[in-house]
């Protein structure tokens, strides 16, 4: 059997090919740092990865939503924290107007107090969160959730505030099975009970501005039962503020740990051993020179020589 010598040479040629791209293909790993460069380098640890990487893409995006529950139930337990201290001071207010002494001008005073922290009640009912959403509107996060009106009860016509929102609780995907409530109706928070807040706290100034209201002592005792409903209530949700907040930690923490798992099995299947790669490299280098010398050597061969 013959062999030509464009075949010797077109052999040699392919081969120095194979080096080259296998030498070339070593020097993209290294600078890159990645075992797989192509799915078709590993198909299945390629599969894998991709697997992992989208897994991991969506524990980051869960990350990102406690974030902003967190955000959100912060300002919610920062409002109600105020509610609460003005319901203190209400509730403070209600047992001093109680005092047998007080003429009908100082109880007239108190009215006034009241009154001021009627508005301020009415405000924080109404706050907004860092994004300009109305925190206690449910669903109708652009309305106001409260609005004063007045009503008439028996024949005195008082202060109180009418509920505008729904009673929808927005809700962030905080993990892959777990949906949180990063919001509470403001009907739920301030009009719980028989008798909301805002119809106590009309009810109560329009008896201290009366003088001679007959039954205040009857009057001033209601009022002081439903300012207990109402900072119970305030209370009980800021509890399970509270408790959302921690479960949030909780969850970090898991998501965390998942995190450090996901990027340890990317760094298994695509990550490059380093130490192996320059070995390769080296030897890779020395064959293709080898192969260079002997292709120059053998592609200048003819019958000629042997003359």
Do not use: W
Request: glycine letters at 8%; charged letters at 20%.
């Amino acid at each position: 059997m013959r062999i030509s010598t464009q075949t010797l040479f077109e052999s040699g040629a392919a081969q120095l090919g194979e080096l080259q791209s296998s030498l070339v293909r070593t020097q993209e790993q290294i600078a890159s740092g990645r075992r797989i460069l192509t799915p078709s380098d590993d198909p299945v640890a390629a599969a894998r990865a991709l697997e992992v990487s989208q897994s991991q893409s969506l524990n980051t995006q869960y990350g990102v939503n406690r974030q902003y529950a967190k955000s959100s139930l912060s300002a919610v337990e920062g409002t109600l924290s105020s509610v609460t201290t003005l319901l203190q001071d209400v509730k403070t207010t209600v047992v001093a107007a109680g005092n047998g002494a007080l003429s009908d001008t100082e109880r007239g005073f108190m009215a006034t107090e009241l009154r001021g922290r009627f508005e301020e009640l009415l405000g924080l009912a109404n706050s907004r969160d860092a994004m300009g959403n109305y925190m206690f509107s449910g669903f109708q996060t652009t309305t106001a959730p409260f609005e004063e009106t007045a009503i008439v009860v028996g024949t005195a016509t008082i202060a109180s505030a009418a509920y505008q929102g729904d009673q929808g609780q927005r809700r962030m995907q905080a993990d892959t099975t777990r949906q949180m409530a990063v919001s509470s109706p403001g009907q739920t928070v301030f009009q719980d009970g028989d008798q909301g807040i805002f119809q106590t706290l009309g009810a109560l100034i329009g008896q201290l501005e009366t003088p001679g209201t007959p039954g205040l002592t009857a009057a001033l005792a209601t009022a002081n039962g439903n300012v207990d409903l109402a900072l119970d209530n305030v209370l009980t949700v800021r509890a399970s503020v509270g408790s959302r907040l921690q479960e949030l930690d909780t969850l970090d923490y898991a998501g965390e740990d998942r995190h450090i798992q996901y990027s340890q099995i990317l760094s298994d299947l695509q990550d490059l051993d380093y130490n192996e790669a320059l070995t390769r490299l080296s030897q890779q280098e020395i064959t293709l020179e080898a192969a260079q010398r002997s292709f120059v050597t053998v592609s200048g061969l003819s019958l000629f020589n042997f003359l």
